[in-house]
């Protein structure tokens, strides 16, 4: 009975997708309606939306789709953008309620004919789609996010010191070196929205990434850094922040690790000690 | 851009313990709480049936038994300190100051320090009436 009823339901369901995909190539979009969120606080401008259609292809992202609203129907729209490609962090904003990157979300892959475009959450507003960074930027800094070697010789120019690292201990923190600080993370964390000093997902996976490299010899350092008030306890593993991030990295996961490191049931394998013995090889 | 700067970083506010020491303390409490509650309902349902374990003479008689008692006195304590510092971290997250955190960190002490005194008092003196 229930197998049948599970088949039944299947071939429905096939056929549902069959004619969805029909109705797709059907009618191809060959333009759509950007709903976009204006607003210039400073000028008096309060909060409302224009609608503009724009012309598109199958490739235009909703960068390409905001730039030729700017370009030909309304210059004044404010935004910010600079590679296209998805590497320098500056375009996002949340496009149909979700952050994302506008140059890398194809208009193809939303679904109807109507793109919402309005600026990240949990950001203090400037202008339109832009947003302030100051204090997304401050709580990166603050995590000190470069390596500190005690062994490094930063006086002797001419003396190179090299930290070698296995695939290994690249591995410990490569997927979280990926991050590009666009701060779409920040912008869907729930915690963020309400705790205005917690530093957020990308500034504690940051923590994180520095902690767990090996030729960092700060680790303490680091956990203190994160361990008070509004830090990294703050966190109720919502995962949002996962979930948006556009270059595949995990700050819920890094977060999570570094937290088995303050709790002290994951051991930082003595980075230090082990750095002491390469260096007594190497002169 | 210097007070910014500041934000999060490890400034120095009232503290006795790490946050990571207290949030160690939130999550033993949790399981420790689990644990006791669950052998607090085991015992209330698999020595009489659940009706009659409410009647004045059983809930007094409950009240003679020390190892139920430190039973019972534990679930206070370890609930108590769980509850009351979750509501700490509900609170803190709320607003951002430090006279609203000193607030809160104070009366979430208070709180947990009220009700396991109160509730200590309770068994104190269910345990006497009992003695005739
Ligand atoms: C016997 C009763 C309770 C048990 C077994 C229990 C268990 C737990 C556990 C296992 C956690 C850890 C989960 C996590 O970190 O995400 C937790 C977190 C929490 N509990 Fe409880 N809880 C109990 C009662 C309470 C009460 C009465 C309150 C508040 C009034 C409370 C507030 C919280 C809060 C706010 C957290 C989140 C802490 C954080 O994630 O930072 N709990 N609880
Ligand atoms: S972790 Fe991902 S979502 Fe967050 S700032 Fe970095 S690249 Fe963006
Ligand atoms: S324009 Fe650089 S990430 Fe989108």
């Known amino acids: ?283 | 851009m210097e007070h910014l700067c500041s934000l999060g970083a490890n400034n120095k506010k009232m503290t006795m313990l790490r946050e990571s020491q207290i949030m160690k303390i939130h999550y033993i409490t949790a399981v420790a709480a689990l644990f006791v509650v669950a052998v607090h309902i085991m015992m209330r349902i698999a020595i009489m049936p659940y009706g009659m374990s409410l009647e004045y003479e059983n809930v007094i008689a409950n009240y003679q038994n020390i190892p139920y008692i430190v039973l019972l006195e534990s679930i206070l304590v370890l609930v108590s300190i769980h509850g009351f510092n979750g509501l700490r971290v509900i609170l803190l997250e709320l607003r951002q100051s430090k006279k609203w955190e000193d607030g809160v960190t104070v009366l979430t002490i208070a709180g947990m320090i009220a009700l396991v005194a109160y509730g200590t008092r309770t068994i104190i003196i269910a345990n006497g009436l009992g003695v005739e």
């Not at chain 1, 703050?234 to 977060?255: E, N, Q, T």
């Not at chain 1, 088995?260 to 750095?275: C, V, W």
Request: aromatic share 8%; charged share 25%.
């Open chain 1, 1 to 283: 009975m229930t197998e049948q009823l599970i088949e039944k339901i299947e071939t429905m369901e096939k056929k549902h997708e069959k004619q969805k995909h029909q109705r797709e190539k059907e009618y191809p979009k060959s333009s759509v309606t950007l709903k976009i969120y204006r607003a210039n606080r400073r000028a008096g401008e309060s909060p409302h939306y224009d609608r503009i259609e724009v012309p598109v292809q199958h490739w235009t992202t909703v960068l390409d789709a905001l730039l030729y609203a700017k370009a030909y129907k309304d210059q004044s729209i404010g935004i910010r953008y600079s590679c296209r490609m998805a590497s320098c962090g500056s375009c996002g904003m949340k496009i149909n309620g979700i952050p994302r990157l506008a140059c890398y979300t194809k208009v193809s892959e939303l679904q109807g004919r109507e793109i919402t475009v309005e600026p990240l959450s949990n950001f203090p507003h400037i202008r339109d789609l832009v947003t302030d960074f100051s204090q997304f930027f401050a709580h990166h800094h603050n995590v000190e996010p470069y390596i500190q070697n005690d062994n490094a010789d930063m006086q002797e120019k001419n003396k190179l010191t090299e930290f070698i690292q296995t695939p290994e201990d690249v591995d410990k923190y490569l997927q979280f070196s990926y991050c590009i600080k666009c701060g779409l993370c920040y912008s869907a964390c729930p915690t963020v929205a309400t705790d205005t000093q917690f530093p957020g997902p990308q500034a504690l996976s940051q923590a994180y990434r520095y902690f767990i490299d090996s030729r960092d010899t700060a680790p303490k350092e680091r956990l203190n850094l994160v361990d008070n008030r509004h830090g990294i306890w703050r966190c109720h593993f919502a995962g949002s922040c996962s979930s948006v991030c556009p270059k595949g990295v995990d700050p819920a996961l890094g977060i999570q690790l570094l937290r088995g490191h303050l709790l002290g049931y994951s051991k930082n394998e003595k980075k230090a000690a082990e750095l002491k013995e390469r260096q007594k090889k190497d002169d």
